[in-house]
Each structure stands twice: as structure tokens, then as C-alpha cells.
């Protein structure tokens, strides 16, 4: 598949938060990523209106640039058109729950066509995490996505490689900043919900329409996630129990505390079953997290419990684990 001087060649499907953080990582780092995973070039960009494609590499600078001035990228490009010249799809796009799309059908035709794929795409996973993984194993392409759990915290890599030959008997963890960010403050600053929710909505850490986080959706998609690929379950999305954090008030903050407790929406997959709600977290439990982290307690049967903790979303933390999949590859052998 590599290019006559055995380049890799990687498109970015979706240029917006992560597409763009991922963009620069690869350049600034690309001394460091060379020696670990071998040369390469980024050949292709799309955006939802657009693309960009360079047989020598495209000009990311130059792209953001433009992305940023126009809006779009400039020409008529979509991920089908340039599937049969990449090697690498790295798959930024949104992610949806129901379909899974656009993701899902970007992450099909990549794997079909012999294309190794890194995405930080929750949906296509949620959706099609089987069928995905059966296409990949056909054409021998590789799916990674430690990106799409966790951010920087790595949790999927981690289980697969360091804790190999473990069985995994239960993951507890906070999976989504944006709620444990809204409950640290209704802690410490006993203020009610929708104060903190506009505040954290100006400050850019909720999105305008907050629902996806508040009511504990992209929590129940990752949780889906790490069920299915480090439990060997066979979740859907519809299997999750979930309450969300809207009607937490600072009083029961004022409870909790008396007893030593706080509380955090917690992510729960056992054998039994997945659960995304909020809970008492005594404040001496290492899930006992502030601000936007993530932390997770990995329940094993050889090793007992791992804890792992970091930064679960932003630009750069997300490009830390796409390109942490990225040397992955080289080392289980990129086609
Ligand atoms: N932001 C984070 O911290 C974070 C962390 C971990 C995982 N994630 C996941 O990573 C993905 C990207 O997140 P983000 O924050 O970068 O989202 P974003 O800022 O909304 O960017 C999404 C990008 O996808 C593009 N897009 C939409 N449909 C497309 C299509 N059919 N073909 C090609 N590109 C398409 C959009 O194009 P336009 O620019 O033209 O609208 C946009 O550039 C999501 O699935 C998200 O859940 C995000």
C-alpha cells in the first residue's frame, strides 16, 4: 500500500477541534514520530464541505489558515475519493449514538479497502463495534480508538497491553470532565446546577446544548466502548441504565460531605451490568477527582486494582492518544 519511498500516507477526516489539534501534533512531533513509527505525510484533509489532497503533503498551517478564514476546505473532496490513496484515516468526525454516522460508513470503507484506521469517534464503535472489528480482521486493516475514552487517560491501550492475560472484572470510572467539572464546583462552591452549567458553558467546557454530557450520554457511549473491548461483552447502547447530574443540588452536596462522601457521576460496567449515574464517592476513593479529569478503577482478576487518571478531553490530549494508536501501528505492523 506505502508509496514508493514506503511513506505512510494519512488522511484527516474532520478538521474541527481534534482534526486540528492532531494536525499540528503531527507535524511539531514529526521527528519524534518518525523514529517510532516510520516516515509519513499527511496526503488528505476533509471537512464536511470539503477536502484538501497533496500527492507531496498538504500544508497544514496552510490549512487551518484557510479552514479558519473561510470556513471550509477549499476543494471537492470527500473520504470516498481519496480512500484508495491513504494508507492511515485518522476519523475526527462528530460522533452520533443512533448511526454511528458519518464515522461508521468512513470506518467501513477504510477497513474494506485494506486502510488502517485511528479514530477518536465514539459512535461508529457504540454502534458497530462487532462488525467493525470482523471487517478489519478480513482484510487484516487495524482499528484503534484509545482516543475515544479517556482522552489522554490511557485506559484501552493499557488493559490490551500492560494487563494482558488479566481478566477484567469490572471498570468504575469518571468518563466524562465536562459533568465531574460541574459537580467539583457544586462541591466546593455549594452553587446550584445551572449556575456552574452557564458558567462552564461560557468558559467553552459545556456545549451550548449540553445534553450529550449532563444527561450522561457520552458517558454511557464510552462505557458501551470499554464493555465490549476489554470485557468481551456485547453492549449496545440501550443496555446502559443512565441518570444524568440535572437535578443534583449543592444540599445534597452538604449531606454527602457529613458522612465523607461526595458525589460524581460514575460509569459503571461489571458482568452484570452498565450503569451511569451518580454516586457517592468517599473523598479519600481514588475517583474522588476535580475539575475536567478523568479516572478510572480497573478491576482484574490477576493484577486486582488499577487506577488510572488524566485529562479526558481537549485538543492536544486527544492527539496525545491518537498518536500514542499511531505508533501502535507501526509496532503491530501497519500494512
Ligand atoms: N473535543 C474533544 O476534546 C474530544 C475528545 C475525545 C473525543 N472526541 C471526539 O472526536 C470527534 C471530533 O470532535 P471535535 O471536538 O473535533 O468535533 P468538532 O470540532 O465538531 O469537529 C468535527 C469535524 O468533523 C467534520 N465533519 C462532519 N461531517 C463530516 C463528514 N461527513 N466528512 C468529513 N468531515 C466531517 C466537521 O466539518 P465542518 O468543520 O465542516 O463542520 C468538523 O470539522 C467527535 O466524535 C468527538 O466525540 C472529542
Known sequence: MKDVKGLKRVAIAGFGV??????KALVTKKDVLIKRAGDYRIAAICDSKGGIYSEEG????????IKEKEGRLPEELTVEDIIDRIDILFECTPTNVET????LSHIKLALENGVDVITSNKGPLVVGYKELMKTAKKTGAKLMYEATVGGAMPIIKLVKNELAGNEVLSIKGI???TCNYILSRMEQEKMPYSQILSEAQELGIAEADPTYDVEGID???????????????????SDVERTGISSITPEAFEIAAMKGYTIRLIAEATRDELRVSPRLVPFNSPLCVYGTLNAALIQTDLAGEVVVMGRGAGSSETASAMLSDFVELSRCGSK
Request: charged share 15%.
Open 18 to 23: 481534534v482534526g486540528r489539534g492532531l494536525a
Open 100 to 103: 454511528g454516522e458519518p464515522g
Open 58 to 65: 498538504v500544508d497544514v498551517f496552510e490549512a487551518i489558515r
Open 219 to 237: 458517558a454511557a457511549a464510552k462505557l458501551v466502548i470499554l464493555a465490549n473491548s476489554l470485557m468481551n461483552s456485547n453492549a449496545t447502547f
Open 175 to 177: 468518563l466524562n470532565g
